[in-house]
């Protein structure tokens, strides 16, 4: 394994993303209908925060049970703003990381995701999945 490899090698850089202004429901459909599990919260481009499946599961299922979808959209929509769920300021990394740096830093952060930035600008997301895919490519 090439320890000294770029970020890049590994991360998503078409990322799907949420808009701050957007609503949970939307991150309901989007995590569905993209199968992902991480979510980069973006105002103007630039980074904000970030929503994890496990961040939308503690209130979608939590609070609201067994609801049909519409309800619960209609529910989530009701009662949070992204703004409310989301992390904000997440831990990053910069473009010009290297897959040592990701690897260490997931795991030593107890979180599966990092935004990869240039500046506040989002350019891509590495997960633990992306890394574990790579070490597969390496043996």
Do not use: C
Not at 13 to 24: E, F, G, N, P
Not at 73 to 100: C, E, F, I, Q
Not at 108 to 135: A, E, M, Q, W
């Amino acid at each position: 394994m090439r320890k000294n490899d770029p970020v890049s090698h590994v991360m998503t850089k078409s990322v799907v993303t949420l808009d701050v202004s957007d609503s949970l429901s939307k991150a309901r459909r989007l995590f569905e209908e993209s199968n992902i599990h991480h979510l980069p919260v973006v105002s103007g481009g630039e980074l904000v925060g970030l929503l994890s499946w496990t961040d939308f599961l503690r209130i979608s299922f939590g609070e609201f049970g067994n609801q049909d979808v519409r309800s619960l959209d209609a529910l989530l929509d009701h009662t949070y703003k992204l703004r409310d769920v989301m992390k904000t300021n997440p831990v990053t990394m910069p473009a010009s990381g290297t897959v040592r740096d990701a690897a260490t830093t997931l795991a030593n952060g107890g979180f599966h995701s990092i935004p990869v930035v240039d500046g506040n600008k989002l350019v891509g997301i590495v997960t633990s999945t992306d890394l574990i895919r790579y070490l597969i490519e390496q043996y």
